[in-house]
């Protein structure tokens, strides 16, 4: 006699190899995504005007299509004109160029929300444009980003599922793949929305966590 | 007496920083035209006018945080490398032009200080990180500094933490410890409470004993300016109104509306 039980310990396995495959692609994704946030931000407040201009073309393209029709386009379309990358490839270079273009703007917005005065006082002290960013404007910035790229995180998460489509066996994919040979559709599924959920809500703590360590309150010491 | 870099002419007494022909205007309005001044090494220049004098502009030109539309600045008998582009003044040589710049330091109104360093680390960022001092050593010096105005004891505060008249002095020994040969004050006092006002001048007092270095004062506190300046400029939109010997200024303002405004001021 098959229990619930039973045959959540037999989809178990499958289950864990998806979720692993999940939680790869997220944190293999993620740190790309910063990256071309971090630098399509900065190249939008450039004063070289060819540079800021290639960042809102980029930002508005990756923002301005779906990421399903992307991947799509990345996976059937590249091969065609002799651009020929793996699924997993294919995968994280365009969560990440999606999420870094979303993220850019984040960038963006944290850069422009440091007080205009704390850049005149650090070129007063003439310090070079570089140190500036580096010493001023990117560790005042950092901890105001962190909410943000977090919620960014939980998205990404997500949006992952959507690599199932183009043959990675992520959590999605395993799960499908469960649900039509064993039946079990609702099990499934159910048990599919919760590991989603664990993943999604454990990256929410350790975003907490890192708020709490380099948050805005902390690094700005607004209390004693 | 630090050495006096060369001039082609040798003509003394040195100029500290000469402005010659300066023009600048913001979106159509123009602040300063034709403008132009000298000021020899260690002389305390006090700045003074209303709001929209052009006064602060001066400030900012001298310090990099604006450039000029037109003219020339000298400091210490070096021209500052502008080049024309497109109608405007850019810098030519962005290195060179900081490299020139580095016997400036700058005290702003809102103080300016890191907020995400300490006391300490606001003096010593540019020590370590733009003379390249050795770290230790620019502790050192910025603790000595910070207890020569009584802040010693709270170093490794943050900004927040700090009440308006203390971080106003943490951001002089800021300035100081890059050892400039001309400091600038932006209204340092005008964004305190009355209370703090006295420990900030009281540090200034002290600062203007030293008769190697320059400063220029832009002031609405009119008994400071009258006890530590030696020459006051009086500008009214963009333009020089009365150029005197403090003790002149004050005495006996030969201007009217010299006159009018000091005894707005007053």
Same mark, same amino acid.
């Given at each position: 006699m098959e229990t619930l039980l039973t045959t959540v310990i037999a989809l178990a396995p499958r289950l864990v190899d998806g979720a692993m495959t999940t939680v790869a692609i997220t944190l293999l994704t993620a740190p790309f995504a910063a990256l071309f946030a971090l630098i399509a931000g900065l190249a939008r407040l450039s004063h070289v005007r060819t540079i800021a201009v290639a960042a809102v073309v980029y930002v508005e393209l990756f923002r301005g299509t779906s990421l399903l029709v992307q991947l799509f386009f990345m996976f059937y379309v590249l091969p065609l004109i002799g651009i020929e990358l793996s699924p997993w490839t294919t995968g994280v270079a365009t969560l990440a160029l999606n999420f870094g273009a979303y993220g850019s703007e984040i960038v963006r917005g944290a850069l422009l929300a440091v007080p205009r005065g704390q850049i005149e006082a650090a070129l007063a002290l003439h310090m070079p444009p570089n140190r500036v960013l580096r010493r001023v404007l990117l560790p005042q910035a950092l901890p105001a980003m962190l909410p943000p790229f977090g919620n960014q995180l939980i998205e990404l998460v997500k949006a992952t599922s959507l690599l199932s489509l183009i043959t990675i066996s992520d959590l999605t994919f395993v799960g499908n793949a469960l649900a039509q040979t064993t039946g079990r559709v609702t099990t499934v599924y159910i048990l599919l929305l919760a590991v989603y959920f664990g993943i999604a809500y454990t990256l929410t703590l350790a975003m907490r966590a890192l708020e709490r360590r380099y948050g805005v309150a902390r690094t700005m010491a607004a209390a004693r | 007496m630090p050495a006096a870099p060369e001039t082609a =002419? =040798? &003509?003394? #007494?040195?100029?500290a920083l000469r402005l010659s022909g300066i023009g600048k205007s913001f979106g159509g309005a123009t602040i300063l035209s034709g403008f132009s001044l000298d000021v020899p090494e260690g002389q305390r220049l006090a700045l003074i006018g209303g709001s929209g004098s052009g006064k602060t502009t001066v400030l900012r030109l001298i310090a990099g945080l604006e450039r000029p539309d037109a003219g020339d600045i000298e400091l210490f008998g070096r021209r500052l490398p502008y080049r024309r582009f497109a109608g405007r003044l850019i810098p030519d040589d962005p290195p060179e032009m900081r490299e020139l710049r580095r016997p400036i330091g700058m005290v702003f109104q809102h103080f300016? !200080?890191? !907020?995400? !360093? &300490?006391a300490l680390e606001n003096v010593t960022e540019a020590p370590i990180h733009v003379l390249g001092q050795p770290p230790a050593e620019a502790r050192r010096e910025a603790l000595a500094l910070l207890d020569s105005v009584g802040l010693a004891d709270l170093a490794d505060r943050y900004p927040r933490q700090l009440s308006g008249g203390q971080q106003q002095r943490v951001a002089i020994v800021r300035a100081l410890a890059l050892r400039p040969r001309v400091l600038l004050f932006d209204e340092?006092? +005008?964004? !305190?409470d009355p209370e703090k006002v006295a420990e900030v001048l009281a540090v200034m007092r002290t600062l203007a004993t030293d008769e190697r270095v320059t400063m220029i004062i832009v002031t609405h506190e009119m008994g400071f300016a009258r006890e530590v300046a030696d020459r006051v400029v009086f500008m009214q939109r963009g333009v020089i109104v009365e150029d005197a010997p403090a003790i002149d200024f004050f005495t +006996? #303002?030969?201007?009217p509306r010299s006159r009018a405004f000091l005894n707005l001021a007053s």
């Open positions: - | =002419h =040798h &003509t003394p #007494p040195l100029n300016n !200080l890191f !907020l995400h !360093l &300490t340092v006092t +005008a964004s !305190l +006996a #303002p030969r201007d």
